[in-house]
């Protein structure tokens, strides 16, 4: 079955840390680079940060960069993002996928995991 599913959100306080996880199945996952994208509630889904196949390269938002860090474990088909310093305006649904140019067919979006920066 081809699907993501992220993990690992959460209420969390302004400077907080969480970290999500999104498993991957039913492509070959060591074979696509790798992005988060979040959706804010009334906002459109933006693009946050992505990874390379091999993880040799990594890109992020400028409104994440020094925060936010993505890393994978392919032999795990896991991809990650580790959110550090965490602000209330990071609140929104967190999804993972394989870029829009190089998804397959068939890769659904995923339900996303839920981060929530308030005091």
């Known amino acids: 079955q081809v699907q993501l599913v992220e993990s690992g959100g959460g209420l969390v306080q302004p400077g907080g840390s969480l970290r999500l996880s999104c498993a991957a199945s039913g492509f070959v996952f060591s074979t696509y680079p790798m992005s988060w994208y979040r959706q804010a509630p009334g906002k459109e889904r933006e693009w946050v940060a992505v990874i390379t196949s091999a993880s040799s390269s990594t890109h992020y938002a ?6 936010f860090t993505i890393s994978r474990d392919n032999a795990k088909r896991t991809v990650y993002l580790q959110m550090n310093s965490l602000k209330p305006e990071d609140t929104a649904l967190y999804y993972c996928n394989v870029p829009a140019n190089l998804r397959p067919a068939n890769l659904a979006w995923g ?3 839920q981060v929530t920066v308030s005091s």
């Open 111 to 113: 339900q996303g995991t």
């Open 62 to 67: 400028d409104s994440v960069k020094g925060r």
